[in-house]
């Protein structure tokens, strides 16, 4: 079986986040915002079933956020309660979904089956923006006690996490240097460092222990014209330091997957023909995913050399708005497996089967046989 592409399942939810949990619990965010479209907001949760060959994913709950359209969120897991930070305009606001096990009954067969209650909880203004503050991303570290948020007042925000409003609500740090709204940030598994991208064109590099601040810089000048789109860090195997991985748009349409050396330094760059919009890596640091704008293309790349290995071109009827990678126990006999998500209501699977190799016996078997065949076709016919 060759590589492939599946819709899995549709809603009615046009979807810009979206979070794997649990191992095989999916959660999208999304809707038509504050006008009265009939479209509502909030987000869905759902579980991936794998049957042999069969994937398909069954909607579990459904979470209304009211007039708030949710742009990005992000979860983690404390106890029996999977803590989800979304966006609410300048406000990052904190729902609880409580891990519910409930008993059930098939064919004659009892069994559980994972549920949840979702509850709203406290927020916290996120954006100070005298214009039109908004809260445009928001990380929660490995831990899950320290949240980042950045928005378009430019300002790079550290918290306490979960939020408790009795506790102080001030950030615990602030990081001021981009002059336009953020795109997007990244904070590394330990915790120490964090990757911001703007809409000034700059990507920033930094240490949260230090607080020291480093750039990204291309070392072609015809580069200052790229706009950093996306920015994630990549583990390198078992080491305590990272890569970073960027994907920018520049002139003429055309845009570039970039990675960089844990001292800013650009290893390698891989030219696309059209403007990107989503990306992602998988959590070993092995593979990384590209979305496209005007293609709605999702392609896979080995994250050593960026070596393209997966492109499916017009995945979804508009841009990418969000990549996941499925964990490796779900798919173990998947190289990579990706989840792609867009306004189009569509969220759609691509795999990469693994190279299934031939066992040593079974190889001694064949060539065995294939030396017998050689030598009675030489020597008895």
């Known amino acids: 079986m060759g590589s492939m592409s599946q819709v899995v399942t549709t809603t009615n939810l046009p979807m810009y986040s979206i979070q794997t949990f649990l191992k095989n619990y999916i959660l999208v965010a999304g809707g038509g915002g504050s006008s009265k479209t009939g479209i509502a907001n909030g987000f869905e949760v759902f579980k991936l079933n794998r049957d042999g060959k069969t994937i398909t994913m069954t909607k579990v ?138 809409k000034d064109g700059k990507a920033y590099h930094w240490n949260t222990v230090t607080n020291v601040c480093s750039t990204l810089i291309h070392p072609d000048p015809d580069y200052v014209k790229q706009i950093f789109k996306r920015c994630k860090f990549g583990v390198i195997g078992n080491k305590p330091i990272f890569n970073i991985y960027t994907i920018a748009n520049g002139p003429k349409q055309k845009s570039y997957l970039q990675r960089w050396s844990e001292n800013n330094k650009i290893i390698y760059e891989l030219l696309f023909s059209e403007p990107t919009s989503a990306l992602a890596v998988r959590q070993d640091g092995l593979y990384i995913a590209v979305g496209t704008m005007y293609s709605g293309s999702v392609s896979i790349h080995e994250a050593s050399n960026l070596k393209m290995i997966y492109n499916v071109k017009q995945a979804h009827a508009m841009f990418v708005t969000g990549l996941e990678f499925l964990n490796k126990d779900l798919m173990p006999d998947m190289k990579a497996a990706v989840l792609s998500i867009s306004v189009d209501n569509r969220v759609c699977l691509h795999s990469i089967p693994s190279i299934k190799l031939v066992p040593y016996w079974k190889m001694l078997i064949i060539i065995h046989f294939i030396l017998l065949l050689f030598y009675f076709i030489i020597f008895i016919l």
């Open 61 to 198: 709950i459904r979470y209304d956020s009211g007039p708030n359209v949710i742009m990005n969120c992000c979860t983690n897991i404390s106890g029996n309660t999977v803590y989800i930070a979304a966006n609410e305009n300048d406000r990052c606001r904190q729902y609880m979904a409580d891990i519910i096990i409930e008993p059930t009954f098939h064919d004659g067969k009892a069994g559980k089956e994972i549920n949840f209650k979702i509850t709203s909880g406290d927020s916290l203004l996120t954006d100070f923006s005298e214009e039109e503050p908004l809260q445009r991303i928001v990380k929660i570290n490995n831990d899950g006690n320290l949240m980042v948020t950045g928005g378009t007042d430019g300002c790079i925000r550290l918290w306490d996490f979960p939020i408790v409003k009795s506790k102080d609500t001030r950030p615990l740090k602030e990081y001021k240097c981009h002059t336009k709204e953020i795109d997007d940030i990244d904070i590394s598994p330990d915790g120490q460092f964090i990757v911001s991208v703007a």
